[in-house]
């Protein structure tokens, strides 16, 4: 007959994915010609509990390299976003949020989807990229306890005074 017990252990207890495309603006110093390049880097973000929510502030460098006058000259423009996401993360049982672990993963990092010259020195951009939010909480696992060990099986060799025979009989001691 079996017994139960439970173990306390750490789990994933919710767990999601938001995908986010965000459209900035910048001004530049210079009117542009032609936008040459356009690339996101330094992205950082840290999850925390907000209510039954989860929200996400994070932060990232765009980095835009124009040319202007004419395409005689070119320049970069650099800029810090920085943004602050909330997510509606199922919990995947009844757990409480009030001891629990936020992680946050990159699924897709924050990259340049486009980019337009509106009039003047204004730049417009698109950003996308993919964020997965867990929970990582206290949950119970409940195990069934063997009371009575197994017993162990015997192994029984399939070798018979014949086959000793016959070993003994096809082994040619001037073999080497």
Known sequence: MASYKEIVTKAVVGKGKKSFKNNYTLETEHE???????????????????GDQVG??????????YSYDNDSKTTVINKNIAYNDLF???LRESAD????????????QPTCSGVNIENGKTITFNIEK?????IV??????????DDEEP???IVDDVDEDTLKEIDEKVDENYI
């Not at 542009?32 to 907000?50: A, D, R």
């Open 88 to 90: 509606n993360v199922r």
């Open 97 to 108: 949020l009030s001891d629990t672990d936020i992680i946050v993963r990159s699924l897709k």
């Open 137 to 146: 909480g206290e949950t119970k696992v409940k195990i069934a306890i063997e």
């Open 152 to 154: 162990w099986d015997e």
């Open 32 to 50: 542009p010609t032609t936008v040459l390049g356009c690339w996101v880097i330094n992205h950082k973000f840290k999850g925390y509990k907000s």
């Open 56 to 65: 996400v502030d994070g932060s990232f460098d765009i980095n835009i390299w």
């Open 130 to 134: 993919e964020l997965g939010v867990e």
